[in-house]
């Protein structure tokens, strides 16, 4: 009996996936693959990473022996240029014909080029496959500007790929009026506009390109207002059309719009054709992401082993991060009232916007919006999809529940139902995660990648399959280690004395010693933090600013509104009469509000960014320094006056408080920490309060820790009594040392002795009696960082290339934030407000 014979035409992610399908079910089939590109099947999801050092091999879905291991023929190179259906004969670009039983067209799509007047022209572009990658990276080199037409997915994806090859003047150009129109609602484009603006990026809406100028090469761009753009180089990204030529022309349906028309069983008008992926026209729509395009692989795979699955649809919700800035849509997200019931969270300040469509009768979630935090996005997706009821109060789901404990989202997480789709790309299941685990099969994220293919695809559900690897194995009474992320199999604390021990100095060559893939937004802050503490070094020097938090990009907080603050430090609270009027002067010459804060300085506020480098010039030649207000540190030391003038005081309590400030000033931490020193026991400088705090007693000083004030205020408890000044100072530099080494990230000292096993007893053995034998190398270590300190602003004022970033524009260095608005309020200025719907 003749083998049946199947011709896949198309060996994109799409093809190889149906192969692979079709292999784990059955080897009964002959398989021969056509590729009109001359590579193995690569991950398009993830293309932009090519700029970012990855290599055609590490983007590959599979190894060279793949193919031939699978009983697989593979053509590289061959396109496929005709076909006779009636005698059921597919023909090569070289003329050799082939026979099939069935034929799956995976032909893909290609990029939509519009016909625009002089699109022939030299340095115009698409982005759609390595070769283009590859064109766009040589021509880069010799343009100092590029634009990108197409503000969707594809547009932003290729706007991030031009700034990773070092063109900092570059221009979105989008036809409709806002970003992502498929995506997000206005609201939501304006604040992913001005997100975008921020990191220098020109955003051009409402803007129909007519000409593309210039000889030879490209000069620059015209539209229909006869308004022009200069440009050297143009990457086109304005949607995807399907690769349906080939069926349309052996008489295969194809849609008026295109696309190869296909049933619920994948199969065309002819019974042996059929069609999957982005060249498939079901019900009207073409699915333009990897995971429809995986779904009907696997049903087409089911069928032809005599299956019986059938494709009614795909939700197209997405997750994506870019150019660093996360943005999602789920559910229907474009419903609105009176159709259903909208609330809208809307924070400039911080660059978010979160949106959710209820139904009217509040009990279930229909869809939602969120730009620049998406971290809700996979608890939303799935409260959506499985119709959970909604809590009393559902705009807890995008704000947070008031006074929620840690475990609120792996709570909401396990009591989905075990139906509930995980991972869309591979369609795994809840069950089918916790079922791998359970049995013993799998013990962590790798683990169940591996055996269930959940997260291979774009992996947005790797968080949630965390959660849910955390949580099964706890249900089993297993240890689970606390490892930061998926790119690094170490505990924070791990990473920290394996940086340490191999004196790695950059996030770089942390990823490349010791973890893998590409970092997340996770894992980069955590080791930059990292990299701080240990080495204390001038944290803008290594020119990652995805590495970065947010604030330490430009040395300063940003304020409601998108202004920043100038926050110079006063140690011990102590500041003479000329540096007073320094600030005053400082502050009315760039219309700054003043706040004297109850850390015992004074704060301007309302500072525009490309300002920042002057003001501080300017701050700094007056003998100031960086108050660290941005960074997670100290921040600062407060006093009362103490025996120098109060005549309870017992000890110069400014004094001593300049001594510590000055000691521990720009020392990175996993949290910030506060410090304060009282002359008495009457405590007017509130040092029970604080992370360290220290009061004078007749025979020395009483040495307090891990205070917290803020939303849950707790008492700091007594270390040492009647300490002197040396000792003090001694048992503070190895319960710094001990935090640094050991807390988690973003945990303050109050949270970190909480979760100690054996509390303030055990805490006081190892820093009073030595317990762990480390006290010797902690003051060591502490002494080094107190050594290397330097100011980071007057090396930033100091440095061309660091001063260079501080600028709102990058073609126009000295133009401010125009969107950035004040008004008045008892003789100083305020931010506008903002509304919250």
């Not at 409402?206 to 100028?213: D, L």
């Not at 207002?225 to 069926?247: C, F, H, W």
């Not at 930059?528 to 995805?546: H, P, Q, V, Y």
Request: glycine share 10%; aromatic share 8%; proline share 3%.
């Amino acid at each position: 009996m003749r083998e049946i014979q199947i011709i896949v035409i198309g060996n994109g992610m799409v093809g190889y996936k149906f192969c692979e399908k079709l292999r784990s079910k059955s080897d009964k089939f002959n398989l021969i693959v056509f590729g009109e590109e001359p590579r193995r099947a690569y991950d398009r999801v993830h293309l932009s990473e090519y700029f970012n050092g990855k290599t055609a091999d590490d983007l590959s879905l599979s190894t060279t022996d793949w193919y031939k291991e699978h009983n697989i023929t593979l053509y590289l190179n061959r396109p496929i240029t005709s076909i006779s259906r009636e005698e059921k004969l597919v023909f090569d670009a070289e003329g050799h014909s082939y026979r099939f039983d069935y034929l799956v067209f995976a032909t893909g799509s290609a990029a939509f080029v519009p016909n625009i007047p002089g699109i022939e022209k030299e340095g115009v572009f698409v982005y759609r496959t390595i070769e283009d990658l590859d064109l766009i990276s040589e021509y880069a080199k010799r343009a100092t500007t590029a634009s990108v037409i197409g503000g969707g997915l594809l547009g932003l994806e290729a706007a991030k790929a031009i700034i990773d090859l070092g063109i900092e003047q570059t221009s979105i150009i989008e036809f409709a009026p806002r970003l992502m129109p498929r995506q997000i609602d206005a609201a939501g484009s304006d604040m992913l506009k001005a997100k975008l603006a921020e990191l220098g990026l020109q955003i051009y809406l409402n803007k129909n390109t007519t000409a593309i100028e210039g000889n030879t090469g490209i000069t620059g761009l015209k539209f229909s207002d006869d308004s022009n753009l200069s440009t050297d180089m143009l990457v086109i990204s304005a949607g995807i059309k399907p690769r349906d030529e080939l069926a349309k022309a052996c008489g295969i349906e194809v849609g008026p719009r295109g696309g190869i028309i296909v049933n619920e069983k994948m199969q065309t008008n002819d019974p042996a054709v059929f069609a999957i992926g982005e060249c498939a026209l079901y019900d009207g729509m073409i699915y333009g992401l990897i995971a429809p395009g995986y779904e009907m692989a696997e049903i087409l795979a089911s069928n032809l082993c005599e299956g019986n699955k059938e494709f009614h649809g795909f939700d197209m919700s997405t997750k994506l991060k870019l150019i660093g800035i996360d943005v999602a849509s789920f559910g229907d997200h474009f419903i609105d009232e009176p159709d259903c019931r909208t609330i809208i969270f809307e924070n400039k300040h911080k660059g978010t916007y979160k949106r959710i469509n209820i139904s009217n009768d509040g009990k279930y979630l229909l869809g939602g919006i969120l730009v620049g935090d998406a971290t809700a996005y996979n608890l939303l997706l799935q409260t959506a999809n499985n119709k959970i009821v909604l809590p009393a109060d559902p705009e807890e789901l995008i704000l947070g529940s008031r006074g929620a404990d840690q475990e609120s989202s792996s709570a909401g997480i396990t009591g989905l139902p075990d139906t509930a789709l995980i991972c869309s790309c591979e369609g795994v299941s809840k069950g089918d995660i916790c079922n791998s685990i359970g049995d013993g099969t799998c013990e962590n994220i790798d683990d169940v990648k591996t055996c269930t293919k959940a997260g291979t695809g774009c992996g947005g559900c790797i968080p949630m399959i965390k959660d849910l690897v955390n949580y099964t194995l706890k249900a089993q009474g297993k240890y689970i280690k606390n490892v930061i992320c998926e790119h690094f199999n170490y505990s924070r604390q791990e990473l920290y004395d394996l940086i340490h021990i191999h004196n790695l100095k950059s996030y770089d060559e942390v990823l490349d010693t010791l973890g893998k893939d590409d970092g997340c937004e996770v894992c980069k802050p955590l080791v930059s933090s990292l990299l701080a503490s240990l080495w204390n070094e001038m944290i803008l020097k290594k020119g990652n600013d995805a590495a970065q938090d947010s604030n330490d990009r430009f040395l300063a907080n940003i304020q409601k509104g998108g202004s920043y603050s100038v926050v110079p430090r006063v140690p011990g609270g102590e500041i003479t009469p000329e540096k007073l009027i320094v600030i005053g002067e400082v502050a009315k010459k760039y219309n700054l509000y003043t706040k004297i804060t109850g850390g015992q300085r004074i704060d301007m506020f309302g500072a525009h960014l490309n300002d920042l480098p002057i003001i501080w010039e300017e701050l700094i030649a007056a003998g100031f320094e960086s108050g660290h207000a941005y960074g997670k540190g100290l921040r600062t030391v407060k006093s009362c006056v103490g025996s120098t003038w109060c005549r309870f005081g017992l000890h110069d309590s400014v004094s001593f408080a300049i001594k510590i400030e000055e000691r521990y000033r720009g020392i990175r931490a996993p949290h910030k920490f506060k410090s304060a020193v009282s002359g008495c026991i009457r405590e007017c400088a509130e040092a029970q309060s604080k992370d360290f705090g220290i009061i004078a007693t007749e025979k020395g000083w009483n040495l307090y820790v891990c205070g917290n004030g803020g939303s849950k205020p707790q008492h700091a408890l007594l270390l040492a009594m009647d300490l002197d000044s040396a000792t003090c100072i001694k048992y503070i530099d190895r319960f710094l040392m001990f935090y640094i080494r050991t807390a988690d990230p973003l945990t303050r000292t109050a949270t970190w002795l909480n979760k100690m096993e054996g509390g303030i007893d055990y805490l006081r053995n190892v820093i009073i009696n030595d317990s762990l034998g480390m006290a010797g190398q902690w003051e060591m270590e502490l002494e080094s960082l107190v050594k290397s300190y330097k100011c980071e602003w007057k090396e930033a004022v100091e440095n061309p290339a660091i001063r260079k970033r501080f600028s709102h524009f990058v073609n126009a260095p000295e133009e401010k934030d125009p969107t950035i608005e004040f008004v008045d309020m008892r003789g100083q200025k305020r931010t506008a407000e903002w509304k919250s719907v």
